[in-house]
């Protein structure tokens, strides 16, 4: 099967890695080019109409927070000036990437060395701030030590 190309455009590198691992694990031949970005979502929301263009010639990904705004379809119209392409593929992770993560209890109890049952379940949480964290930090943070 031909590989099938296709650039990254994210807010940091957890969204890197998250899109990364989403390709690399759907059983598609995905070929990752360059990954732009990872200055934030207001470096997505200037550029999201030259990546639109450039998607006339190649595959793009793009990965943006929810954030405060009320809800995707809203920054769809707000960000772009022109129709989406079709080879654009523009995401919105509700409320931000890292919630995502979170929600993977055992996958972060994994990378944590923890069991499961002791990584704690908060209800609102959408863990902002938690990429600047170290593993032994977020540990403490996200981690029941009374089990």
């Keep these: 099967m031909e590989p099938i ?16 691992r989403i390709l690399l694990s759907s059983g598609r031949p995905y070929k990752i080019g ?3 970005g990872k200055q934030g979502r207001s470096y997505i929301e200037k550029k999201v109409n ?14 943006a927070d929810l954030n405060t705004d009320i809800c995707p379809p809203e920054i769809i119209t ?3 000036s022109a129709p989406k392409h079709h080879n654009l593929l523009f995401n919105i992770a509700v409320k ?3 919630s995502w993560v979170l929600a993977d209890r055992a996958g972060l109890a994994n990378f944590l060395g923890v069991r499961k049952q002791k990584i704690l379940i908060w209800q609102g ?3 902002h701030g938690i990429t600047r964290l170290s593993p032994a930090l977020l540990h403490n943070q996200l981690v029941i030590d009374s089990q």
């Design 96 to 98: 931000e990437v890292e």
């Design 125 to 127: 949480f959408s863990g």
């Design 78 to 80: 707000h960000w772009f």
């Design 50 to 63: 030259n990546f639109n263009q450039a998607a006339k010639g190649t595959p793009y990904l793009v990965l």
């Design 34 to 36: 360059t990954c732009y």
């Design 5 to 20: 190309p296709v650039n990254l455009v994210v807010e940091d590198h957890l969204s890197e890695a998250v899109l990364t």
